[in-house]
């Protein structure tokens, strides 16, 4: 079984897209250190927020995602990769992303130099400069357990639905094989449910 940490979005929305996929066994949610630097693509933490647990870990170089457990046999690393970069807003360099760093967390150099290979290879599938890096990986601090598996226990819950699910309806519009029988189903109906509503209901946070 492999493993690899990934950020760049929400990790309720992260953990929902890599829950979705076949041959993945398992998704930790919560914040990631990587080994390489504290300070995030340029921007640094702000001290500001550090009253508050999220905002001390955040102030120590974490930010949000998610470590996938996943079956290379079943899952190629390369295909996981691509839905990481496609799933987020990979070359936005917004005002967040001290909190939502754009990267994947690497458990050693082997996998660190495959993933920075296949970043170089993807960037022919974007117009912009991509900001995801390539990170070894450092510490994990996971989320409390009320929040884990945020998604698909509460499908119906308003940021589910404003959120997750524009991400999990693109996620089956290009990468419909790869998604898992069962939570294909989940997704589905929920948005069945989200069919009678205006479309100005649902809206996708684009700066995650």
């Known amino acids: ?109 082997e996998q660190r130099h495959r993933v920075a290979e296949m970043l170089t290879d993807l960037q022919s599938h974007f117009s912009e400069p991509l900001l995801t890096e390539a990170l070894r990986y450092r510490d994990f601090s996971p989320s409390r357990p009320g929040i884990r598996d945020y998604y698909y226990r509460q499908p119906d819950k308003p940021f589910c639905q404003i959120s997750i699910q524009p991400k999990l309806r693109a996620l089956l519009a290009d990468y419909g094989d790869w998604v898992d029988v069962a939570q294909r189903r989940t997704i589905l109906e929920a948005e069945a449910e989200l069919a009678p509503q205006s479309s100005e209901g649902v809206i996708r946070a684009d700066h995650r």
């Open 1 to 109: 079984m492999s493993k690899i940490g990934l950020g760049g979005s929400c990790h309720w929305c992260t953990e929902a897209v890599f829950r979705s996929l076949r041959g993945v066994a398992d998704v930790e949610q919560g914040w990631l250190a990587a080994q390489d630097a504290d300070a995030v693509q340029g921007i640094e933490a702000d001290p500001a927020t550090g009253s508050t647990v999220n905002g001390a870990l955040v102030a120590a170089g974490f930010s949000e995602g998610v470590i996938v457990h996943f079956d290379e046999s079943r899952l190629p690393l390369a295909l996981l990769v691509e839905i990481h970069l496609h799933s987020h807003s990979a070359t936005n360099s917004h005002a967040l992303r001290h909190r939502y760093r754009s990267a994947l967390y690497c458990f050693d150099e």
